[in-house]
Each structure stands twice: as structure tokens, then as C-alpha cells.
């Protein structure tokens, strides 16, 4: 017969194990919810990433963690200009192709081709130089048709015109509307409110619902005090990882009113747009030095502006100072930045990207792309979740 007071050394037991056991099996709960949660993390880790073209018709998608090329995607033409624009997902790359006439929807995940608009028909061949933009919700796609008729013994040049065509329309797909617009016009940039700008001989921006046409910039029109008319040449629409319409500038700077040219200094400049404010900046960043063609601010150092063409250069905005420089192996056209603003990346001409660290200016790396010279391409830097990307 067992007594009262083993019933209760027992029950003490039991109940000590009890405890034992939903102590433990909170333990395991709250490692499982940890161990989710850290898996959570690492899944929705970023990286940089970025697309670039070369010939004959290669679209390469490139980790920029270990600057390995992920997958090298075949294009139903030629490469020509090679302007890249992300959709918002960074998940579908729109390349200008075709020798300025097309564009093609890539998806960088599996190369299946997801939008194609070819520009001219019949008897009317139509270009556009440099100019693509996608909206912010990735719906609508914007380009500038410039067409020609073509008749047996004359060309006869028509207006420009802004098309608008509707993502999802894929293969074949045909303007949903289009305006005339000023000609001239090469990159443009959709901003966080819907409109579109426009680089020509000023910088115009278009409600692509309705086609008005409004200054954002007066470049050519300008009206700035002891300043001669500015030259612009862009046809590389950069400014993603800053979220920026921008392109560059030389222009005269006078002494007096008397515009005595022979007394005049040189500048290089930027005309900026920040496309989630509209807010539009006009600056001068340096004395004009050397030749550049492409040129655009650190991210996080909105202070220091770099330019690139046979020379990399590192500009102090606000004194007009250089900060550092360094001649190249060869002609690059085009800049652009890591999305975190530590390292750079030179691309345009031949078949490869040269890594740069953006504060020494050391160079890191070479990324040798198979093919041939990428000519005119611009290529983009934008970052992705590493879960998103099939490797």
C-alpha cells in the first residue's frame, strides 16, 4: 500500500518532469522561430546585380557579389544602341535593339522574351536614340519614335512622337498612343508621379496620359547670368541607384556681361532631376579639363560627382576641386556605382567591366563578357533579393 506521503513525492516528480518537458518544448519552439526567422533573413538578403549587352546579341545577368555572369541570355536581334532600362522588379530587362528600332522584353531569370515592339512598318522607318523608360508600377513602357518615310526618290522626315505601349501586350506589341513631341529627344526617365523626362534641347516633361509637354529645365533656353549656351551630348540614360534623371554639360562662363570669350573659363556641369520630388538642380562640378562622355553622383555622397572617358575623375561638387584621378587602360563610355556607393563600374566600347573602388580608385576586377564590343550599351546596377534570383 502506498502512503500519502509517497503519492505526493510522486506527484512532485511527475509534475518536475512536466515542467521539464513544456520548458524544453519551448526551448525547441523558440529555436525553430529563430532559426525560421534567421532563414527569413538570409533568403530576403540583397545583392547587386547588374545587365549588360554586347555583340553580336548577348544580354548578360552578372552577381556583383562575386562579379560572375549568373546566365548569358540570346537576343532575337541585334544588340544596337543596347540602351537597358529594369522593370520595378529588376526582374525583366528592356533592351533598345535592333539598330535603334526595337525593343525586347527579357525576363533575367530564364531568358524567355516578354515583350517585342518593332517601330517601323511599311514604308516608314522609325528610330529612337537612346530614348526607353518604364512607368513605376511596370505597366506601361515609353520610347520616342523618330520616323521617316521612305518614297522612291526622297526621304520625308516626320514629327517625333512619344509611344506608349502597355507591358503586357508581349510579342508584337504595338503603340496604345501616342504625341508629338520637340525633336532631338534621346534618354528620359519615368519619375515616382507618373510623368516622364525628357532629354533634347531642354529637359521636357511629358503626362504620358495626356501629352502635355512642360520645361523642367531650360538648357537651351537658358536664361543664367554670365553663362553662354550649355552642349549637351548623352545617349546613356544612368541614374537608377540614385533614383535621378541626369546628364551632363559644357558650357562658357563669363567674367562680365560683356561675354568676351577670350576671358572665359570652361566648365563641366550636371542638370539633375530627382524623380521622387521633381526637384530639378543645375551645377557647375569642375573646370573643363578633359573630354567626358557619361558622368553621375556617388550614391550616399551626393557631394562628389565622377565622369569617365579615357580619364576616371572624382569631383568635389561644392569647391569645384578634384578629389582624385587616374588615366585608364582604354576608352570607357559609361559610369555607374554599386547601389551602396563603395565600388564602380566602367563599361561601353569593348567586351569587359572594370571594377573600381569608388573612394581610391583601385581598381578590383575585370568582368569579361563572351561576345564582342558593347559599343554604345548602357548597362544598370540594381539590387535584388537573392531569393529571387535563379542561379
Known sequence: MISFSNKLRQLSVASSLALLLVACGSEQVAETSDTKKVASENSAEKSDYM??????????????STDEIVRTCQLPDAVLPGTVVMSPDNLTAYVLAGRFDRILGVDVNNCDLTFDAKFSYDNVRIKSIGSLAVSTDGEEIYT??????????????????????????????????????????????AADDGRVYLSGADVFVIDPKTGQVD????????????????????????????????????VPKFTDETQNMDTATFMWGYEKVDLATGETEVKDFGVLEQIFFTGMAR?????????????????????????????LERTYYVINFSTDGSKLYLGGTYNDIAVYDAESLTKLNNIVLPGGDMSLGTFQVFSLPRDKVVY
Open 51 to 64: 545587365v549588360v549587352v554586347n555583340r553580336p546579341n548577348n544580354m548578360h545577368f552578372v552577381d556583383l
Open 144 to 189: 520616342i519614335h523618330n520616323p521617316t518615310k521612305l518614297h522612291s526618290d526622297h526621304y520625308e522626315v516626320l514629327a517625333s512622337q512619344f509611344a506608349v505601349y502597355n507591358a503586357k501586350d508581349g510579342i508584337d506589341a504595338k503603340p496604345t498612343r501616342t504625341f508629338d513631341v520637340p525633336r532631338q529627344i534621346n534618354i528620359m526617365a
Open 215 to 250: 520645361t523642367a529645365i531650360a538648357s537651351h533656353s537658358h536664361n543664367r547670368s554670365n553663362y553662354g549656351q550649355p552642349d549637351v551630348l548623352t545617349v546613356w540614360p544612368l541614374g537608377k541607384v540614385n533614383n535621378e534623371f541626369v546628364r551632363m554639360y559644357t
Open 299 to 327: 550614391p550616399q555622397h551626393p557631394d562628389e560627382f565622377y565622369a569617365v572617358l579615357t580619364q576616371l575623375k572624382r569631383h568635389k561638387v561644392s569647391d569645384l576641386s578634384v578629389i582624385k584621378e587616374i588615366d
